[in-house]
């Protein structure tokens, strides 16, 4: 356990001074070998692909900002998760949240099923579903908390009750609380994954994806993955996060003022039919968000009668961006439908309560007020 509080944790943790130059920031170690010091000896390094320092720095700083006791950066967020099912072998059996980031389907249905491990979703904000779905060979319950884009919530403490006493893990996407706002590790989950692209760069400026474990077998079986299979984050993309990561706790802070502040003036607004954010207290799982989050989040989405109002609010909107994405300094609004579940057909979207109107909103770090009078303006046109 560190003996520091999270702000500080975010400038230091993996950050010291470059030993050799003093240097405040981690230095780019743009090198794909290192030289050795005789024949098997090196000075911690021999090939980036194992380790490289850069990267090294930022594991070191997502473990510590998770409470985890490794970490491991991959090139996206999708890296990161098929790094997490090689775990599995033929045979297994797991549970995933049915109302989890397309992009995760897509990989389980369409090449890990592909293995011979059985993919099953279940609603995991119902308790009861999760205890019903487990079977002996289940290995792993793979959440996401709060859901894309419908918010709604996995009671992690819960589940990893249900899970390990069925020897399962359980392992958490927590991308859009970030770690400044969410500790699956705390709360008795196993294993986090982020899509670092998001909150943790902060500046949609790069893609990446981490892993943090909690048990020696994790790091030796991530730094494996690693290795073997490649797939590692670029010393350059590891700079960017760890250069957006100090500022996290204070971004998290203005992202989620202007969250609360937008969510209050979409949940009075005639032209929204619903809206989902955790942090209203009209949300069915407030007290949950309460519980288990250390805030609400920037992550919200809401719906219009149709997808023609949808298309006409993405056409009025001017501060915000029609772009998929989120967790950077810039407001976005993406059409859920024909972006982040686009490749779901329009029968389990239906299924899912992922309707043509519906619209997920990122809000950045601008001025709150801006963002209003941009939403007032485009669901004007609407
Ligand atoms: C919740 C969540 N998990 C994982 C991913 C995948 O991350 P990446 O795009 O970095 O591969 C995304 C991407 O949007 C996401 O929103």
């Known amino acids: 356990m560190s003996p520091y509080k999270y702000s500080t944790l975010a400038v230091h943790a993996g950050q010291h001074p470059d030993p050799l130059t003093g240097a405040v920031n981690v230095p780019i170690y743009l090198s794909s070998t290192f030289e050795l010091t005789g024949i098997g000896s090196d000075r911690g390094w021999d090939y980036s692909r194992a380790g490289n320092p850069t990267r090294d720095r930022l594991e070191t700083a997502l473990a510590a900002l998770e409470g985890g006791t490794s970490g491991h950066a991959f090139t996206t967020g999708m890296a990161a998760i098929s790094a997490l099912v090689t775990m599995l072998r033929a045979g297994d059996h797991v549970v995933c949240s049915r109302d989890v980031y397309a992009g ?6 369409q090449i890990v099923s592909g293995y011979g491990i059985e993919i099953e979703y279940v609603d995991t904000s119902d308790l009861k579903a999760v205890e019903a779905a487990m079977k002996p060979n289940t290995k792993l319950v793979h959440i996401e908390t709060p859901s894309n884009p419908l918010m709604v919530l996995t009671d992690i403490a819960a589940i990893s009750k249900i899970a390990h006493a069925h020897g399962a893990e359980v392992s958490v996407d927590n991308t859009f609380l970030s770690p400044a706002l969410q500790s699956p590790l705390a709360l008795g989950a196993d294993i986090v994954m982020h899509s670092t692209t998001k909150y943790l760069n902060g500046h949609s400026d790069g893609l990446g994806g981490a892993l943090i474990g909690s048990k020696p077998e994790h790091k030796d079986r991530f730094l ?37 502040a937008v969510a209050e003036f979409l949940s009075t ?31 919200m989405s809401f719906e219009l009668k149709s997808r023609e109002e949808a298309a006409r609010f993405l056409t009025a909107i001017k501060i915000f961006l029609n772009a998929e994405s989120l967790g950077g300094v810039e407001s976005l609004a993406s059409h859920s439908a024909t972006t982040t579940h686009g490749s779901v057909s329009e029968e389990v979207r239906r299924s899912m309560g992922i309707n043509e109107g519906r619209i997920r909103l990122s809000i950045g770090i601008e001025d709150k007020e801006d963002l209003i009078a941009d939403l007032d303006q485009a669901l004007a046109a609407v």
């Open 104 to 109: 995760t389907v897509r990989l389980f249905d």
């Open 224 to 260: 494996l993955v690693q290795k073997a299979a490649g797939g590692v984050m670029s010393p350059f993309e590891c700079f960017l996060v760890l250069r957006g990561i100090k500022t996290l706790p204070l971004r998290v802070k203005q992202h989620e003022e202007n969250g609360r």
């Open 269 to 299: 607004h005639p032209k929204v039919t619903k809206l989902a954010y955790p942090g209203l207290k009209s949300h069915p799982q407030y007290d949950l968000a309460v519980k288990q989050q250390k805030g609400f989040g920037s992550m």
